[in-house]
């Protein structure tokens, strides 16, 4: 069998203590038969609520103008506008044989959800899509601004997210994406076609990640459109798999609660013969780096604790992007900000001690202005004296300071640190990637357009000296 090249790190890495702690975890294996010929998993309509249509906006907020921008500038405002800010050299990344395949993941907010910057630096090492595989899927499946890396998933009204970085007590113990999704109404339905096209053959085995409680718990499974069958889940209680085993490889899996509160964590995806690379991403917009500090580690490293039969690589990289929406609290409080992100980084090393790590800062951020302050031809304005107290960089100050911050505690971690708002050169960039053709920021001045977030990763896997991977086959089986 041909063995894979695949990308190692090569990373100084301080040393961070033991391990943490990890609980023991419970897997239910469930044979079930897999269909031949599957029809396309059909989601159930949603009903529309009508709604009065919104009044139509007199004043509607826009991009300042070029000269609106240059009129809202003055000597005070050079002085106290924020300084470029460079971060330190990013350690170079160099590509090494491992027989064994290379793993990485990449938490995050909103500017990762999507996948388009993940997907970029996929493209970037050029690697084939039938050697990439996601092992580990978040429970955040049917969240707006979430694609995930599977053909579809249906998920009915009733279910609740649990992100983690509200810090709730239904969040300490949080599935691999640091977030639950949680469900207590009979008949509650997910439904996922796991395959990433119709031409992907699918898994001969799917987990289930949930959480199990000390009472026994009932739910129903229907694998690839066939009869349900009723579960009884009374493992012992705590992190928990309902593991999915087929005669062949399933396309389409279904869940119905039948008399159960159910959380569920995630999916993970076992393949016969796994991948040489393995990209995992957990993204969730509204998402900040809190995640991190409140979980309890024990519970959240049972996902990455496997027996030995299905032990995958450990991450080789893993990667912290967060700052935006923590850049939106007002006041927003440096301190705290750097008390959270120093402890959540060193939770992080301790739950990955062996792998290298980076967190990528926010990018710059813009503000938007009524159209009846904005200046359409240089000297004239739209309506009255345009209004001085706008200030047009304060996001971009509160990210350069982030930007900082992130650079000082990867440093003290051992981490690299990688600024987005560096890579777009510098504060106030924002207003000029939104006017670029195509646009590279979106019309709300915070997210960038999907040639946004590949021109971004392109500069991310340059400046960590990725080179382009050939990757021509699978990797050897776990042992």
């Known amino acids: 069998m041909r063995r894979l090249n695949v990308l190692m790190l090569l990373a100084a890495i301080a040393p961070v203590g033991k391990a943490a702690d990890v609980l023991t975890l419970a897997v239910k294996q469930v044979q079930v038969h897999a269909g031949a010929d599957v ?6 309509k949603k009903i529309a609520v009508a709604r009065p249509p919104a009044p139509a906006n007199p004043d509607p907020m826009e991009i ?27 350690p170079s990344v160099r590509p090494q044989s491992s027989p064994g395949g290379f793993r990485m993941a990449i938490w995050g907010d909103s500017h990762l959800a999507a996948a388009f910057f993940s997907d970029e630096l996929v493209k970037v090492l050029r690697v084939p899509g039938d050697a990439v595989s996601n092992v580990l899927l978040p429970a955040n499946m049917g969240r707006a601004g979430v694609r995930l890396p599977i053909r579809r998933a249906c998920v009915s009204p009733q279910w609740k997210y649990e992100p983690g970085y509200l810090g709730r007590d239904n969040t300490t113990t949080p599935g691999p994406g640091l977030m639950n999704m949680y469900g207590d109404q009979a008949g509650s339905m997910l439904a996922w076609d796991v395959r990433k ?11 289930i990640l949930y959480q199990q409680t000390a009472a026994p718990m009932q739910v129903a499974i229907s694998i690839d459109g066939d009869a349900e069958k009723e579960v009884t889940l009374d493992e012992q209680a705590g992190p928990a798999a309902l593991e999915l085993v087929a005669d062949r ?5 279904k869940l119905r609660l039948v008399d159960a509160r159910f959380r569920l964590h995630g999916l993970e995806l076992l393949a016969k013969q796994p991948n040489g690379f393995q990209m995992d991403v957990f993204g969730y917009p509204g998402a900040t780096v809190a995640g991190w500090k409140s979980a309890r580690f024990d519970y959240f490293n ?17 990667m912290l992007e967060f700052g935006t929406n923590e850049g939106n609290v007002k006041p927003f409080d440096l301190a705290a900000y750097r008390a959270t992100l120093h402890e959540s980084v060193r939770n992080m090393r301790t739950a990955f001690p062996a792998a290298a790590c980076v967190l990528i800062g926010p990018g710059d951020r813009g503000v938007l202005v009524p159209r009846s302050a904005n200046i359409r031809k240089k000297g004239k304005k739209a309506h009255g004296k345009p209004a001085r107290k706008i200030d047009l960089l304060q996001y971009s100050r509160i990210h350069a300071e982030i930007n ?38 979106a019309p709300d001045l915070i997210h960038f357009t999907v040639a946004g977030y590949q021109r971004l990763a392109q500069k991310f896997a340059r400046d960590l000296g990725w080179a382009p991977l050939q990757i021509t086959a699978t990797a050897p089986a776990a042992q």
């Open 64 to 90: 300042p103008t070029d000269d609106m921008l240059e009129a809202m500038s003055s000597p005070d405002d050079a002085e106290n506008a924020p300084a470029a800010y460079q971060s330190p050299r990013v």
């Open 197 to 207: 096209d119709a031409t992907a053959p699918g898994y001969e085995r799917v987990r």
């Open 302 to 318: 049972a996902w990455f604790t496997q027996p030995p039969q299905d032990r995958q690589p450990p991450y080789q990289l893993v």
């Open 404 to 441: 900082r911050v992130q650079a000082q505690v990867a440093t003290e971690a051992g981490c690299s640190a990688w600024s987005m708002q560096e890579a777009m050169g510098g504060p106030g960039q924002a207003y000029k990637w939104a006017r670029q053709s195509p646009a590279l920021m």
């Open 39 to 44: 029809p396309d998993l059909v989601c159930e």
């Open 249 to 253: 490889p399933m396309k389409q899996v």
